[in-house]
């Protein structure tokens, strides 16, 4: 079997995973959903009628969005992570490196200590916009502070090191937040640092759809040209790579799709960096394959691990960013011992 | 053919190459030489357009390559570096076909697949096809590098000539994979609408191979023409900081040069 051909039916095959992953994920939770009134519902709510019993409302307006959200964030998280670690021919990055995650967490717990003293109209989208600000502006600092020190061509490894200062930066400053913060925002920041899909709804799977499909099809036109980088940034230019051009894309792309996800999740952490690696190791390194890849299993993963955050706890639920740490680090640890790869 | 109009590039307040001029005929191999820290490099660079001059201009068959556009400059422009790592689990095919990249847009035609073949039975790396590019010894790397920029410009590039960079392509590789690479670099350069210009530090491997020397020394062209015209004792005396000796080939085949 010829290697494209292989990377198309293990494709196949993850897709397949990932939508019995979603099938369990609608299934099960605080409460059980036996598979035909899981049909009859779905259809139901396909049709535009509003259900009239409790279980119904609990399915069609948390349990499916839910579901849904964590499939579109997972695979943002997926893409990201395989974008970050091409665009810094690195596979130990993951997509909050250029201070993405960390701007959109101080964004956010600014909103729970400020929110409340301020009054800020509009609950939840007040939450997500503070936390898309704060991943925008955090990027925008380590570019403007990379570009600044390396005599305007940003270097990937100026821009690998501002981003660790930047993260570190905006870490203290949720340190501090939550230091002043009263006892249920002090709480609020906790949680949300630890992500969870508790707040999912139609209108977020509405953005957050939006933002992670149409940033996956920018960054598979740039599939060919993230694999020439592989080699170097100078012999990607030498096989026609507009080098500059490529930077942007990718980094607009991950900011886009991981600020707005993480703003309404909260920090996840591991799933942009384990998911690559495991397609790697399955299949090689081509973008072509990893990039669609990457979002596929990245949806299943996160799927696999709500589900696990809320079935272990019932009725109460675990904060998924504990599921995915806990599950992730031993999974990193084993990949780095097999030393497939050389740093 | 390419020209380079008074090129001048300066780093850190230095010139790291000082108002150079020269020519390079298609059907020849142009081979630079200089101590290190001469500008060799950064002069090879500034002809592929792989950075850009603070003064003058590069000119491919006469059309200055200031802003061509990247991939249609890279169809007939290949460029072999001095060591290309790569952290990920590429195959070694993978690599080579990174070499038509330039010529295709999503999936590689049967074409491409036929030139990746041609260039890896040609560089003795077909057996390692399947093989993780990170797993390989340096000398074989690279053989898949060479194989890759070969593949760039395996095919004549319509009207205009090919060019070919070499920067210290001789690193890793032992003697009789450097005397191979010479005589395919030879052989490939004599199409006649190929020019290869690169940069090497044995002497006597650019006096026997070369067809054209150019000898650098902080920035500035110090002698450029054949090997017996530029690898004098006075130029090697002036530039290099040794005293060399030259002896006569048992054989009658040129002469060979040792240093005191």
């Not at chain 1, 409340?116 to 502070?145: D, K, N």
């Given at each position: 079997m010829s290697r494209d051909a292989a990377g198309r039916s293990l494709l196949v095959g993850l897709a397949v995973a990932m939508v019995a992953t979603a099938v369990a994920s609608i299934r099960f939770g605080a409460i059980d959903f036996p598979l035909h009134e899981m049909w009859s519902s779905?259809?139901?709510?396909?049709?535009?009628?509003?259900?009239?019993?409790?279980?119904?409302?609990?399915?069609?307006?948390?349990?499916?969005?839910?579901?849904?959200?964590?499939?579109?964030?997972?695979?943002?998280?997926?893409?990201?992570?395989?974008?970050?670690?091409?665009?810094?021919?690195?596979?130990?990055?993951?997509?909050?490196?250029?201070?993405?995650?960390?701007?959109?967490?101080?964004g956010a717990a600014l909103?729970?200590?400020?929110?409340?003293?301020?009054?800020?109209?509009?609950?939840?989208?007040?939450?997500?916009?503070?936390?898309?600000?704060?991943?925008?502006?955090?990027?925008?600092?380590?570019?403007?502070?990379?570009?600044?020190?390396?005599?305007?061509?940003?270097?990937i490894v100026m821009l690998l090191l501002t981003g660790l200062a930047v993260n570190a930066l905006f870490l203290s400053g949720i340190g501090f937040l939550s230091y002043i913060a009263r006892d249920p925002q002090a709480r609020s920041i906790v949680f949300w640092n630890l992500g969870t899909l508790s707040g999912a709804n139609w209108s977020a799977v509405r953005v957050v759809g939006l933002t992670t499909i149409g940033g996956t099809l920018v960054a598979?036109?740039?599939?060919?040209?993230?694999?020439?980088?592989?080699?170097?940034?100078?012999?990607?230019?030498?096989?026609?790579?507009?080098?500059?051009?490529?930077?942007?894309a990718v980094l607009s792309v991950?900011?886009?799709?991981?600020?707005?996800?993480?703003?309404?999740?909260?920090?996840?952490?591991?799933?942009?960096?384990?998911?690559?690696?495991?397609?790697?190791?399955?299949?090689?390194?081509?973008?072509?394959?990893?990039?669609?890849?990457?979002?596929?299993?990245?949806?299943?993963?996160?799927?696999?691990?709500?589900?696990?955050?809320?079935?272990?706890?019932?009725?109460?639920?675990?904060?998924?960013?504990?599921?995915?740490?806990?599950?992730?680090?031993?999974?990193?640890?084993?990949?780095?011992?097999?030393?497939?790869?050389?740093? | 053919m390419v020209a380079a109009h008074h090129l001048t590039y300066r780093a850190g307040g230095r010139a790291l190459v000082d108002d150079v001029s020269a020519t390079f005929e298609p059907g020849r191999l142009h081979l630079i030489v200089g101590p290190n820290g001469a500008g060799k490099s950064t002069f090879v660079r500034l002809l592929a357009r792989l950075i850009r001059p603070h003064e003058g201009q590069v000119t491919y068959d006469g059309a200055d390559v200031r802003g061509a556009a990247e991939r249609v400059l890279a169809r007939r422009r290949a460029v072999l570096s001095q060591a290309v790592e790569i952290a990920f689990p590429l195959t070694v095919r993978e690599v080579v076909m990174m070499g038509r990249y330039p010529h295709?847009?999503?999936?590689?035609?049967?074409?491409?697949?036929?030139?990746?073949?041609?260039?890896?039975?040609?560089?003795?790396?077909?057996?390692?096809?399947?093989?993780?590019?990170?797993?390989?010894?340096?000398?074989?790397?690279?053989?898949?590098?060479?194989?890759?920029?070969?593949?760039?410009?395996?095919?004549?590039?319509?009207?205009?000539?090919?060019?070919?960079?070499?920067?210290?392509?001789?690193?890793?590789?032992?003697?009789?994979?450097?005397?191979?690479?010479?005589?395919?670099?030879?052989?490939?350069?004599?199409?006649?609408?190929?020019?290869?210009?690169?940069?090497?530090?044995?002497?006597?491997?650019?006096?026997?191979?070369?067809?054209?020397?150019?000898?650098?020394?902080?920035?500035?062209?110090?002698?450029?023409?054949?090997?017996a015209s530029v690898l004098t004792r006075d130029h090697i005396r002036a530039v290099f900081d040794v005293d060399p000796i030259f002896l006569p080939d048992p054989q009658g085949r040129g002469t060979h040069l040792v240093y005191e």
């Open positions: 779905t259809v139901a709510a396909a049709s535009g009628r509003v259900p009239d019993t409790l279980d119904g409302r609990i399915f069609t307006e948390l349990r499916l969005p839910r579901a849904v959200l964590c499939l579109l964030v997972g695979a943002s998280l997926g893409v990201g992570g395989a974008l970050m670690q091409g665009l810094f021919r690195n596979p130990i990055v993951e997509p909050g490196l250029v201070g993405t995650s960390s701007g959109a967490a101080f909103y729970f200590v400020l929110g409340t003293v301020l009054h800020f109209p509009a609950g939840t989208w007040a939450l997500t916009l503070s936390a898309c600000l704060g991943g925008i502006v955090s990027t925008t600092m380590v570019f403007a502070l990379a570009q600044t020190g390396s005599g305007g061509r940003s270097s598979l036109r740039y599939a060919k040209a993230l694999n020439a980088l592989m080699i170097g940034e100078e012999e990607a230019e030498a096989l026609g790579v507009n080098v500059t051009r490529l930077k942007w991950n900011v886009v799709i991981v600020a707005v996800a993480t703003a309404y999740t909260g920090v996840i952490s591991f799933v942009g960096l384990i998911v690559p690696h495991i397609l790697r190791m399955m299949r090689g390194a081509d973008n072509r394959f990893l990039l669609v890849g990457s979002a596929v299993l990245g949806a299943t993963l996160l799927s696999l691990a709500d589900v696990v955050a809320r079935v272990s706890l019932r009725p109460a639920e675990l904060p998924i960013g504990i599921v995915t740490s806990v599950v992730g680090v031993p999974v990193f640890l084993s990949l780095l011992r097999r030393r497939q790869y050389v740093f | 295709f847009g999503g999936r590689a035609a049967p074409v491409d697949e036929d030139i990746c073949d041609a260039v890896m039975a040609y560089f003795d790396v077909t057996d390692l096809g399947n093989r993780s590019y990170p797993t390989l010894s340096g000398g074989e790397k690279q053989r898949v590098n060479f194989a890759r920029v070969l593949a760039q410009v395996w095919r004549p590039a319509g009207a205009g000539a090919r060019i070919l960079f070499l920067d210290e392509p001789l690193t890793f590789l032992d003697i009789s994979h450097q005397l191979d690479f010479m005589r395919k670099v030879t052989s490939f350069t004599a199409a006649p609408d190929v020019v290869a210009i690169g940069v090497v530090h044995d002497l006597g491997l650019a006096a026997r191979f070369a067809d054209h020397i150019l000898m650098i020394d902080e920035g500035r062209l110090v002698a450029s023409g054949p090997a």
